[in-house]
């Protein structure tokens, strides 16, 4: 089972997997109360396995446990935003 890792002081949410990094999400501070999703990426390798959208899920978690709208930019994010409506209410509109 894949972990996701929240490193608040490098910005990024992660998976790892035998301690090389397999899937990575970055996102900027844009205030308190907007993060901006910037960049989604996953190595090829684990392509499929739906890592991306674990690295989604706990964001959007850890948004609505804190108050905090999400401005998907990066396309992946984006696309995940506009085909998903239960995370509508974490979504900046």
Do not use: W
């Not at 035998?18 to 109360?33: F, H, K, L, R």
């Not at 401005?71 to 992946?76: A, I, K, M, Q, R």
Request: proline share 3%.
């Amino acid at each position: 089972m894949h972990v996701v890792e929240h490193e608040t002081a490098k910005k990024r949410f992660l998976i790892r997997d035998n301690g090389s990094i397999a899937a990575v999400m970055t996102y900027v501070i844009s205030s308190p109360e907007l993060y901006i999703i910037d960049h989604t990426f996953v190595e090829n390798a684990y392509r499929g396995q739906g890592l991306g959208d674990k690295l989604i899920e706990a964001m959007v978690e850890y948004a609505r446990e804190n108050g905090i709208k999400i401005l998907p930019l990066c396309p992946f994010a984006k696309g995940r935003f506009e085909r998903l409506s239960e995370y509508a209410d974490v979504l900046n509109k």
